[in-house]
């Protein structure tokens, strides 16, 4: 069975560019998660999908950041347009159900330089 | 105060010793704590996870939470060079079911 998977794996664009992550979650995983890491410091949540709903978008950092999950399959996290602070790696992660003991699958993440 | 502190190390243990992990965290609410292992450039990983006082075992893990003095352990028994990584504590807090994970400890196997 395939795991999280994250596109690209790595991604260098310049500041005020857009640039769009995407993650396809586990098939049958109606939760998927995103956080970020930047550098130094924890691997921060962002936000919660069920299925195509956001459930919980409480640490978008700002309205640069938007989120999207069609039809409660794949989601794709856009920037636009890019600081130089939205550097880091973003991970994405799925679960089968929504519950407080559920292990959240994590993808290998992609790596977002702003230069 | 962070919500989910570790010490960043390294942690260096011999081969065959016990590494001894911890996490403390500041929502005396939260419910659920897990541990994660990631290796350099890879995906985190679940060891395991508990959310009753006291102990549990998987093979060479043992996850230990208090949650009076808010902690959560993991012991790594007969550590191996392939233990080497980075350790991410992470707590779901009251009212959610997003993780909150500390910065990690990574840890050193020597062989």
């Known amino acids: 069975e395939a795991g999280v998977t994250q596109f690209p794996s790595h991604s260098v664009i310049e500041k005020g560019q857009t640039v769009t992550l995407r993650c396809d979650p586990i098939?049958?995983?109606?939760?998927l998660y995103w956080y970020r890491r930047v550098m130094g410091k924890e691997i921060k949540f962002l936000l919660h999908f069920v299925k195509e709903s956001k459930q919980d978008e409480s640490g978008m950092p700002n309205n640069r950041f938007l989120a999207e999950r069609t039809g409660g399959t794949y989601s794709t996290l856009k920037v636009q347009p890019a600081e130089l602070e939205d550097s880091g790696v973003y991970f994405c992660a799925s679960s089968q159900v929504t519950g407080l003991n559920t292990e959240a699958f994590f993808g290998q993440g992609t790596r977002l330089t702003v230069v | 105060q962070k919500e989910v502190e570790q010490n960043s190390g390294p942690l260096s243990v011999p081969e065959g010793a016990i590494a001894s992990l911890n996490c403390t965290y500041s929502d005396r609410g939260s419910q659920s704590f897990f541990w994660y292992r990631q290796y350099s450039g890879k995906s985190p990983e679940l060891i395991m996870f508990i959310y009753s006082n006291g102990d549990k075992e998987d093979g060479r893990f043992t996850a230990q939470l208090n949650k009076a003095s808010q902690y959560v352990s993991l012991l790594i028994r007969d550590s191996q060079p392939s233990d080497s990584a980075t350790y991410l504590c992470?707590?779901?807090?009251?009212?959610?079911?997003?993780?909150?994970f500390g910065t990690g400890t990574r840890l050193k196997v020597l062989a």
């Open positions: 098939s049958g995983h109606d939760n």
């Open positions: 992470a707590v779901i807090p009251s009212g959610t079911y997003k993780y909150i």
